[in-house]
């Protein structure tokens, strides 16, 4: 007679049970980076695979909390869900028990304000957060950031989308900050300096949207002075979308950060006739910045070129200044005829520069639709 033999169900099951349990065998910190790469809400799912992994995530060093966080429902009233996400960050943070270097809070509902107030109070009693993202959309006015945000010393990165600032008169700066991104938002003028001046080590700087800033508070162009208090020797990237009104913060930036490589700017006049006008009567003369120097720019673009007289001005200023310039590309903006194309290409070709780098590329093209 014919003998079966079985397999080992016993031993099957056991190596099944391996097998399926290998990623919680492996270390915590390679949990913890497995759980930061994934959205947070599958994150804190993750503690219904085992025992072991229940608690994992309160170890992440990364925290993002957006609308994503909680599952939202069509058929779900708007003040419930609100709460369900202000619940939801609330128990994230009470259970969390490791360091957090990375923060990111990203909502569209504005209607929680004093609850994130009290999120960032609790949060800014940390040293450890080095990466801050935030952005709170609202029709009708900005977020006014609390004074405890002012409070994150270990800063090295940060951006800010759609936020009033307003700086306390005890700040102590920002001393590790490395990037600084400003998106949309309201800030004075003596407080954008008083700010940029008291992050000595900054490397990049973004702003955009900034002619809505000035604007709002009826400051003017001649607000800012020709340079910063002191040097940002660090600064290096330096990338803009202001309106031209504010010509006197660029060159104060400008003048403020000898050891720049690359300078980007977008212009915007607003497409408001009285903006021009307005910034012909008003900027700074080109001719009290001769003395700039930007011996390490090796990249200059400008977009939205509109070939008025200033930033021809402007232009040629910098060019002229960056014995070292690589490349310059101007993007010039649909306003501009061909004709006038051809006549600005003919100007700066024939321009003495005797300080430009020979070497550099120059490139004009039109804008991209």
Partial sequence: MHRVEYPNLE??????????????????????????????RDALRTSILSKKWRYCWTGIPKLVFD????????????????????????????????????????????????????????????????????????????????????????????????????????FNGFSMLKSLIFEDGIITANMLQQLLTSCPLLEEFTLVSFSIWLKHLGAGSNSMPHTLPISLVHLRILDLGVCFLELSFVLCVISSSPNLEKIKVEICWDHDRRCVEQAFDNLPDIQDYLGLNLDHLKELEITSFHNYAPEMEFLKLIMAKSPLLKKARIELDDS????????????????????ASPAGKFIIERLKK
């Fill in 67 to 170: 609308d994503n966080l909680v599952k939202q429902s069509s058929n779900m009233e708007e003040e419930i869900e609100k709460y369900k996400l202000i619940n939801a960050i609330f128990h994230v943070l009470l259970l969390h028990k490791g360091l957090v270097s990375e923060l990111c809070i990203c909502i569209t509902d504005a209607e929680i304000v004093n609850e994130i107030d009290q999120i960032i109070l609790n949060l800014s009693r940390s040293k450890n957060i080095k990466k801050f993202t935030f952005e709170i959309s609202s029709i009708d006015e900005y977020y006014k950031l609390p004074f405890s945000f002012f409070s994150l010393q270990g800063l090295e990165h940060l951006s800010l989308k759609y936020c009033k600032i307003e700086v306390p008169s005890m």
């Fill in 11 to 40: 031993g099957l099951m056991q190596a099944h049970i391996q097998s399926r349990d290998r990623i919680s065998a492996l270390p915590q910190d390679i949990i913890e980076k497995i759980l930061t790469l994934m959205p947070m």
């Fill in 336 to 355: 501009v005829s061909v004709a006038e194309e051809v006549m600005m290409l003919r100007d700066l070709l024939h321009l003495p520069l005797p300080r």
